[in-house]
Structure formats: structure tokens, C-alpha cells
């Protein structure tokens, strides 16, 4: 299990197709403010983004990685 730590100003993620097929939940930013935290399937991803959005998380997640 993976723990990533979430910045105080990520705003607001969404599920997006990364690279070789992997379900990501990310931020839309590029750069020094990305934020992306991979995931194993869609609906991982989706409720990995809801707990980020309803901000249920307390500065870090757990997120079961391959």
C-alpha cells in the first residue's frame, strides 16, 4: 500500500487515462503543481478522487498500488 501526501492547494482532481493504461487520479496541472496519485482500476481511481474532493483525507491516503 502506497501513502501519498496531499498539498493543501491541490483544488479540485478528476480520473484521467495515464500513460500504458493506468487509471490516475489528477489534478490537470503540469509542472511544479501536478498532483497524481496512480491507481489500479477506474473505480479506485473515482473513489480515491471523491474522498480528495469531499476533503475526508487529512493530508495523506492510502492507495493500493499494483
Keep these: 500500500m502506497a501513502r501519498y501526501e496531499i498539498p493543501p492547494n491541490v483544488g479540485k482532481v ?30 479506485q481511481a473515482e473513489d480515491v478522487a471523491g474522498i480528495i474532493n469531499r476533503r475526508e483525507h487529512k493530508g495523506t491516503i492510502d492507495v493500493l498500488s499494483k
Design 14 to 43: 478528476r480520473v484521467a487515462m495515464g500513460a500504458g493504461g493506468i487509471f490516475m487520479v489528477w489534478n490537470g496541472k503540469q509542472g511544479k503543481g501536478e498532483f497524481a496519485v496512480p491507481c489500479r482500476t477506474r473505480k
